[in-house]
T-cell receptor, first 116, second 115 residues
């Protein structure tokens, strides 16, 4: 079974631009969540989607948005990029959004975004 | 709000030794989950071990075990017979049972196993 696939692996953007990151969950997994990882702030929860609906959102500005498609694939978008948005963005999927213990998160390898 | 604290930014031990990573957390909830994840240089977060707060018995997974002290809000990870492949960043994480996909992570401990 293929793991969580994130594309692209690396991305370089200029301040003010927008970017879209993609995540394909493990087959059969219906819940997708996104995390931002930076040296200063560590790992922070961005949002979670299940059945094309955002179920949970972290404390990030409205420039960060996401969506989930009917095949469970998810995208996240960051508009008007700032230097501080440089980070590793991790996507995770799970079968059951109501039980992280019995249905643990499976993470992808992340997308490394650099904003110059 | 929940917080997770890992007080050891870096640790280093010799292969085959036992090492313990510390984690404390703060919550007013009574039921929750605790996890340890490792992140090797490949960047992929891998679940190492998990614990349900209402279970008093400490979780074990092969060479990995935890010491869960609910009253002290402490959740340490012990790695026995450490191997070179255990070299990674280790993150302690907390989640509520409701909204269980939202993990709160500690800052991580960089563990190096030396040959």
């Amino acid at each position: 079974k293929a793991g969580v696939t994130q594309t692209p692996r690396y991305l370089i953007k200029t301040r003010g631009q927008q970017v879209t990151l993609s995540c394909s969950p493990i087959s059969g997994h219906r819940s997708v969540s996104w995390y931002q990882q930076t040296p200063g702030q560590g790992l922070q929860f961005l949002f979670e989607y299940f059945s094309e609906t955002q179920r949970n959102k972290g404390n990030f500005p409205g420039r960060f948005s996401g969506r989930q498609f009917s095949n469970s694939r998810s995208e996240m978008n960051v508009s008007t990029l700032e230097l501080g948005d440089s980070a590793l963005y991790l996507c995770a999927s799970s079968q059951d959004p109501f039980g992280a213990y019995n249905s643990p998160l499976h993470f992808g390898n992340g997308t490394r975004l650099t904003v110059t | 709000a929940q917080t997770v604290t890992q007080s050891q930014p870096e640790m280093s031990v010799q292969e085959a030794e036992t090492v313990t990573l510390s984690c404390t957390y703060d919550t007013s909830e009574n039921n929750y989950y605790l996890f340890w994840y490792k992140q090797p240089p490949s960047r992929q977060m891998i679940l190492v071990i998990r614990q349900e707060a209402y279970k008093q018995q400490n979780a074990t997974e092969n060479r990995f075990s935890v010491n869960f002290q609910k009253a002290a809000k402490s959740f340490s990870l012990k790695i026995s017979d450490s191997q070179l492949g255990d070299t990674a960043m280790y993150f302690c994480a907390f989640s509520l049972i409701q909204g269980a996909q939202k993990l709160v992570f500690g800052q991580g401990t960089r563990l190096t196993i030396n040959p």
